[in-house]
Nanobody, 128 residues
Framework: QVQLVESGGGSVQAGGSLTLSCVATAPFYKEYYMAWFRQVPGKEREGVAAIYLGGGSANYADSAKGRFTISQDNAKNTLFLQMASLKPEDTAIYYC?????????????????????WGQGTQVTVSS
């Protein structure tokens, strides 16, 4: 079982940038599907970006396209989310997630129930 630990959250003004990190306690295997989600109190957890460690292009929610970039460093068992041009509506707790169950190639899931392993979350606050 893999444990995930996020870091890098904080407070930033609109238009600013942040990079979130997610370190896995177990080695990354190319069979892992991984994703970033975010949640605002009272709302559903929504997928932001997803990636397959075995290859292929990342998948992004419309709200993240052109502004966020998901990437991996297999040697460091770390997943990243680079966020630019941040908006107040990006304010949320951001979670890292992972799973080994098969997903359709190129359509990496942004659905919460498709991921079994979760980090504790890191707060991102964007002020106007």
């Amino acid at each position: 079982q893999v444990q995930l630990v996020e870091s890098g959250g904080g407070s930033v003004q609109a238009g600013g940038s942040l990079t979130l990190s997610c370190v896995a306690t177990a080695p990354f295997y190319k069979e892992y599907y991984m994703a970033w989600f975010r949640q605002v109190p009272g709302k559903e957890r929504e997928g932001v970006a997803a990636i397959y460690l075995g290859g292929g292009s990342a998948n992004y929610a419309d709200s993240a396209k052109g502004r966020f970039t998901i990437s991996q460093d297999n040697a460091k068992n770390t997943l990243f989310l680079q966020m630019a041009s941040l908006k107040p509506e990006d304010t949320a707790i951001y979670y890292c997630a992972a799973d080994l169950r098969w997903q359709r190639w190129g359509s990496w899931s942004l659905v919460r129930n498709d991921y079994s392993y979760w980090g504790q979350g890191t707060q991102v606050t964007v002020s106007s």
